[in-house]
């Protein structure tokens, strides 16, 4: 194969190509054009890959940050459920009502945790929080706050049917400030040192501190009984019955209608006593009981 060439004030020039000239030009050229091009599509996939990577940590990391938070808030739901047991516990007490049994919570909530696993667990790093995790503690809250409004629903309609009956209970320390001392039981008395048994509570308090009613009822007596001084008897009704003794002044009269934190006397020093403070039992069928067995609920304010 010939060429020509015309090239000014020089003549003519000639050039020949053979096929393997071309078709090994042609190859070359491919073969640099075709690493160029390797070269530059690898820096653009490198630069991409990059770019997605960064994106995916950041998913990631967001992904870690967003399952930390849910745990939290689990954690805070779980204590506040554990307030809401712990407060039904408390008024089912007061009401006189059994507890819930523990394996009846226990098969409410659906027992233990499992072993699952979730697709996503792959993307967390092994010391963070699983995506598994937080999905079996929302399930275990969501069975938890069922559970519980089921048992509350039942605690609210035994209640209300029993509300009478509640507030005829003694349930709430009788003054607003003291100090509890010799309680319910074996004693040595303070006068003739002899083991005696106490068939209440004493509460130390300032001389004229107001003496307050724990429950709705009737007013026994009041009047000056013996060692116990004045002393105000107040009956509830359902088998229960109160004594308020030692005190300084009486503001009710039997017959009359009394309602839990009604002022009913004041804290005295009368009878057989060495020092100012309120003597208050609790009788359940004319059976004394320990009065502490019986403070539901902390002092009136």
Known sequence: ???LFLQDDSGIKEFSFTKRKVLLTLIVALVLGGGFFYLALDAVTG????VKLTHVKENNARLV???N???TRIDTLENHIMYLQNQDEAIRAYAGLRDVDEDVRNLGIGGTRYDKTSDLDYLIPDDQVKVSSVLFDVDQIARKVKLQRLISEELYQSIRIHSEEIGSTPSVIPI???YLTDGFGWRRDPFNRQRRFHYGQDISARRGT???ATADGVVRYA????GFGLVVALDHGYGYETLYAHLSSMEVEPGDTIERGQKIGEVGNTGRSTAPHLHYEVHVD???MNPRDYFFLSYLD
């Open 176 to 178: 607003n400030s003291g």
């Open 65 to 67: 940050s967003l399952l």
């Open 223 to 226: 009047k000056r009984r013996g």
């Open 210 to 212: 107001p003496v307050h």
């Open 47 to 50: 630069t991409i890959y990059q």
């Open 286 to 288: 004319n059976i004394p």
């Open 69 to 71: 938070t849910l745990q």
């Open 1 to 3: 194969m010939k060429l």
